[in-house]
């Protein structure tokens, strides 16, 4: 049922039409993408990913043992003039890249695919945060887009229903789907069938269309709320998303080490996410991400108040330092 649901609803309106066989559920996106992994790559493969990228995606691939290469991102997103031409897979996040929130425009996107057939590359794309999209209608995915079955699709319901639920899937070639299974298959059997039919009625009687709608309406009035006090208090906004997304990259001053804004931070219930794990281990330390997807609207000028605060105090006491 739920994959039905998949085929008929949620896929085409990212302009994708996969049958059942092309369509494989797993345990939360970061379950499909180690599926991924496993089943396009080894040691004598090369991978080419995001610079700065999830982190989760980052371990994946280190643990395929293949050869693992970063692109930088810029303003809109991954460049396909940068990527190297020995790449045998591609991971992309073009809807809302993480961290930074570019979101990639049609022409790269359409640039990249060219790019991946020149190459003879696949394309991993993690439609991450497409649903909240409540600036503006989403672009259409890359998967929508390709006519030489280049792309594998990883969607998931974790995060737009919520966390607890570890409900993603995989969109791809009938080939390749069922090797994702049979290794899925040998790993965890598969989603719990309860939580699977749970999810299905939740969708076919529409209440996930109506929650979708409810979060764009919350998330568009805490991210205004949220600018309005980033401007009032001068702090440096990265990227903040194009077409909505739940959280804002941020920049500390160069010598701020943002693990331990974080620490300081977190004595007065103030939560931020250090980024120097999406860089790697040789990354900066002085951005951050402010997510404002589990905040009351009302409690956001307090917070972002005193986390200009502690970022005052910290300059005032590196200035004092001989």
């Not at 092309?22 to 496993?38: F, R, S, V, Y």
């Not at 371990?59 to 050869?67: A, D």
């Not at 205004?224 to 990227?239: D, F, W, Y």
């Not at 860089?279 to 402010?290: I, V």
Request: hydrophobic share 40%; aromatic share 8%; glycine share 8%.
């Amino acid at each position: 049922m739920l994959i039905e649901f998949i085929a008929r609803h949620s896929l085409p309106r990212r302009g994708i039409l996969a049958d059942p066989d092309e369509i494989l559920l797993t345990m939360g996106a970061q379950n499909a993408l180690w599926l991924t992994a496993q089943v396009l790559l080894t040691r004598r493969h090369t991978a080419a990913i995001e610079f700065p990228c999830y982190h989760g995606l980052r371990e994946i691939l280190k643990n395929s043992q293949c050869n693992l290469i970063s692109v930088a991102v810029d303003k809109d997103g991954l460049p396909p003039s940068e990527m190297p031409k020995n790449a045998d897979v591609i991971f992309s996040t073009p809807s809302h890249q993480s961290p930074t929130n570019a979101t990639m425009p049609l022409g790269r996107r359409k640039d990249l695919l060219s790019l991946a057939g020149e190459i003879d590359a696949l394309i991993v794309e993690d439609d991450y945060e497409f649903e909240i999209s409540f600036l503006g209608s989403p672009l259409p995915s890359l998967k929508s887009l390709d006519e030489d079955g280049r792309v594998v699709y990883v969607g998931s319901f974790s995060k737009s229903i919520f966390p607890g639920l570890r409900l993603g899937y995989l969109v791809g070639p009938e080939p390749f789907i069922r090797e994702a299974r049979a290794l899925r298959t040998s790993v965890l059997r598969h989603p719990p069938g309860h939580i699977q039919r749970t999810a299905a009625y939740f969708l076919s009687l529409g209440h996930y269309d109506s929650l979708i709608r409810k979060m764009g309406q919350a998330f568009a009035q805490r991210r205004k709320v949220m600018e309005e006090a980033l401007s009032l208090h001068g702090l440096s906004v990265e990227g903040s998303g194009k077409f909505g997304g739940s959280s804002i990259w941020m920049r500390a001053p160069e010598d701020v080490d943002t693990a331990e804004l974080d620490l300081s931070l977190r004595k007065k219930s103030v939560l931020i996410e250090p980024g120097k794990s999406f860089f790697g281990s040789n990354g900066p330390g002085s951005f951050y991400r402010l997510a404002y997807s589990s905040i009351p609207a009302e409690r956001i000028p307090a917070g972002i108040k005193m986390l200009a605060e502690e970022l005052q105090v910290g300059f005032e006491n590196r200035m004092a330092t001989p």
